[in-house]
């Protein structure tokens, strides 16, 4: 009854008043909510942001308690901030009870020396020795100014989570009038600042906009995170090298893209970045003997760039480079990495969460699929291109694992030498998608794949004009038999759960985010069998 109770409060509050407006003059306040994440089995990341003070320096005291009364404390220290970090505090609480919900605050002082409290979050530690079964939200893609945060306060509201797992694309990088901001302005959700964000004020303003979200407070309150990036966090289709959208005029990559991840390390709940030049966000979470949590970094650390955003590139440069053995999405250390988890992972599941489509997918023909009259949210000359391109049904999306089959192939022969139950979850396609994972010549899965659709990013319908409700999605199913599942047009959250018999998927999906009614209902349930991965998935 207490957890229930402390969710119902933790959803009622935030959408009240935080606990000493920054408007309230000189105070300092909590505007931003607190935030936990990386639990492991004896401590966990706390994270919050102290607003309405210009200090050089700011203590703040921790409390970490089994009851949200704070009556049984079982840890709290102090933690110093300042305009270095831009008044964000990280602390890894240690020494906690192992495989327990626990409750926690931050609290400073305002200039009349009375106490200024954050709210309270809860969080978990993780369980050790046997597991019966642990439960997991999986989420991408929350595109601020195209609509609303539903699918996280749904998340917020489920009981038993052990943790949220983020795959990326957490904040996007776009200034008004750019990509899918066209119901900014209608929804009150214009991006801070307008204009794109490139330099650190600016991503620092726009992770601020993000964490004063309600919706996104009440999951942050409710439950801990585990996050890795994607491109938008920097700019969409990063690579190590650059992207593709980093322009002319916006300065040297290695300041953007350095820019982005310390603003990033100071507003996410990640253990990452405590040590000097610690950007390494590929790393592990045991949950006793049920589940590895395996993360990895597809997006910076060793990819290189994809073969169609080369300049000039050509049919033939894009088959070459595809074909180009040295070509790497995760490099050479973080593949020796991943083998080394894989080789000592003990438990029933190895969970692996990464972020673009792992699944071998082909395009269908676009041209038959669409109507030219409706309208898109491409540009005539791009929609085109896409048209263009799909002749012929070649692999799609060529920044997903697409664009480096040879690297797939290397990653898939890894799974199957070295894992007994993979399950990889997979974001950033803004759809819910699901497949069983193949080597070639092969008729047993040696893995399967569960996508999540985006919190609020529009998916294929958005873009390509359909002649009737889901004729891209069903033309994509036609012509890729791995796949059994893909939903383009709804946005919403993954559910998933484990036990030593099974995992089961469940995607929560939501009727609109374009509006504060809403609806969610669960669209699809697949399964796939302990000892039985090589069947592949099957129907709920």
């Not at 250390?333 to 972020?355: D, F, K, M, P, S």
Request: hydrophobic letters at 40%; charged letters at 20%; proline letters at 7%.
């Amino acid at each position: 009854m207490q957890r229930r109770h402390f969710l119902a409060g933790v959803l009622g509050s935030a959408l009240a008043p935080s606990p000493g407006r920054a408007d309230d003059a000189g105070c300092p306040a909590f505007e931003h909510g607190v935030a936990s994440g990386d639990p492991l089995s004896d401590r966990v990341v706390l994270w919050t942001r102290v607003s309405g003070t210009s200090a050089a320096a700011l203590d703040l005291r921790w409390t970490v308690a089994r009851d949200p009364d704070f009556a049984r404390v079982v840890a709290a220290g102090i933690e110093r901030t300042g305009p270095h970090r831009d008044y964000t505090v990280k602390v890894d609480a240690t020494g906690l009870p192992v495989g327990q919900s626990l409750y926690y605050r931050f609290e400073t002082d305002a200039p009349d020396g009375r106490p200024v409290r954050s709210p309270v979050g809860r969080t978990r530690t993780l369980p050790v020795g046997h597991v019966d079964s642990a439960r997991f939200a999986v989420a991408s893609c929350a595109n601020y100014p195209y609509g609303y945060f539903h699918a996280y306060r749904d998340i917020a509201m489920q009981d038993d989570l052990l943790a949220v797992v983020h795959l990326g694309d957490y904040l996007y990088e776009y200034g008004l009038g750019g990509y899918a901001t066209e119901r900014a302005e209608a929804l009150g959700r214009v991006p801070e600042p307008r204009g794109e964000a490139v330099t650190l004020a600016d991503l620092r303003a726009r992770h601020a906009q993000y964490k004063r979200d309600p919706d996104l407070q009440a999951l942050h309150a409710a439950h801990p995170m585990i996050a890795v990036w994607d491109d938008h966090e920097i700019a969409n289709d990063a690579w190590r090298g650059g992207a593709q959208n980093h322009q002319p005029g916006e300065g040297d990559w290695g300041t953007r893209r350095d820019a982005a991840l310390q603003a990033w390390l100071e507003w996410m709940p990640v253990r990452v970045g405590h040590r000097q030049g610690d950007t390494a966000i590929y790393r592990q979470f045991r949950i006793g003997d049920l589940l590895t949590l395996i993360m990895l970094d597809t997006r910076l650390v060793g990819r290189d760039q994809q073969p169609d955003a080369a300049p000039g590139a050509t049919a033939e440069s894009i088959g070459a480079a595809m074909r180009d053995p040295d070509r790497r999405l995760l490099g050479a250390a973080q593949e020796q990495w991943l083998r080394q988890v894989l080789g000592e992972a003990n438990g029933t599941w190895q969970v692996i969460g990464q972020q673009v489509m792992l699944t071998p997918t082909l395009s269908p023909e676009l041209e038959p699929l669409l109507d030219r009259t409706r309208d898109s949210m491409l540009p005539p000359e791009q929609l085109q291109y896409y048209i263009d391109m799909s002749r012929g049904n070649p692999p799609m999306l060529l920044d997903t694992w697409n664009g480096y089959p040879v690297a797939r192939q290397q990653f898939l022969s890894d799974l199957a030498a070295l894992a007994t139950n993979p399950v990889v979850l997979s974001g950033d396609l803004h759809t819910s998608m699901a497949g069983n994972l193949y080597l070639p010549g092969e008729d047993s899965a040696v893995a399967v794949e569960l996508m999540t659709g985006s919190i609020a990013s529009p998916g294929f319908a958005e873009y390509l004009p359909e002649a009737h409700p889901g004729a891209v999605r069903d033309a994509t199913l036609a012509v890729n038999p791995p796949l059994v599942y893909m939903e383009t047009d709804r946005r919403g959250w993954l559910d998933v759960r484990f036990d030593h018999g099974r995992c089961d998927a469940r995607w929560r999906l939501l009727d609109t985010v374009h509006a504060e009614a809403h609806r969610v209902t669960v669209d699809r349930h697949l399964r796939v069998l302990a000892g039985h991965v090589g069947d592949g998935l099957q129907s709920g």
